[in-house]
T-cell receptor
Framework: AQTVTQSQPEMSVQEAETVTLSCTYD???????LFWYKQPPSRQMILVIR??????QNATENRFSVNFQKAAKSFSLKISDSQLGDTAMYFC????????????FGQGTILTVHP | NAGVMQNPRHLVRRRGQEARLRCSPM?????VYWYRQLPEEGLKFMVY????????ESGMPKERFSAEFPKEGPSILRIQQVVRGDSAAYFC?????????????FGQGTRLTVV
């Protein structure tokens, strides 16, 4: 069984600043993946970044990077140079075992970027 | 390559009616996953299907809900005798052959409103 917890219901940041969204997880799987998804007002689920648990190196995608602490079961998302278009709900998710499309999502964090 | 297509985008049903939600996966994808998102919550896994087979239905309510993914045509999520509590956004995701990709691509969702 897997659980994902996002303890920050809402966050805000000024444009061009950096913000970090927190996520902790628990899993009994030896092999698993972690994801951050963005859901803008359009409701489309957009993959932001993913991390393979067996890789020690933190994943990076342009302005988005993660801090993956496997022992602590922590997976935070850092957004650098925040843009107004980053305003959205952000979900942390995990998938494990052999069914990588079967995702367990956290409750979400609403991020607002202010001009 | 078109993305995951869901229709309708919005569906209104009266209590007691049936709701049919359709999902056409991305070309070449043979795995389909259905999720439900209640207001102000994260997505919850419902069911995982491959062509003509239900692989994992651990998230499906025991009554009134069913899903299929026939050899030809879209995957269908069917809700019989809808109640107000079924009002939610229903998302479909698809992925290619297991083990070759760790990303599930999401459709834009169907928002079901039961009146």
């Amino acid at each position: 069984a897997q659980t994902v917890t996002q303890s920050q219901p809402e966050m805000s940041v000024q444009e061009a600043e950096t913000v970090t969204l927190s996520c902790t997880y628990d899993t009994s799987e030896n092999n698993y993946y972690l994801f951050w998804y963005k859901q803008p007002p359009s409701r489309q689920m957009i993959l932001v970044i993913r991390q393979e648990a067996y890789k020690q190196q933190n994943a990076t995608e342009n302005r988005f990077s993660v801090n993956f602490q496997k022992a602590a079961k922590s997976f935070s998302l850092k957004i650098s140079d925040s843009q107004l278009g980053d305003t959205a709900m952000y979900f942390c998710a995990s998938a494990g075992g052999t069914s990588y499309g079967k995702l367990t999502f956290g409750q979400g964090t609403i991020l607002t970027v202010h001009p | 390559n078109a993305g995951v297509m869901q229709n309708p985008r919005h569906l209104v049903r009266r209590r007691g009616q049936e709701a049919r939600l359709r999902c056409s996966p991305m070309k070449g994808h043979s795995h389909v996953y259905w999720y439900r998102q209640l207001p102000e919550e994260g997505l919850k896994f419902m069911v995982y299907l491959q062509k003509e087979n239900i692989i994992d239905e651990s998230g499906m309510p025991k009554e009134r809900f069913s899903a299929e993914f026939p050899k030809e045509g879209p995957s269908i999520l069917r809700i019989q005798q809808v109640v107000r509590g079924d009002s939610a956004a229903y998302f479909c995701a698809s992925s290619p052959i297991q083990g070759q990709n760790t990303e599930a691509f999401f459709g834009q969702g169907t928002r079901l409103t039961v009146v």
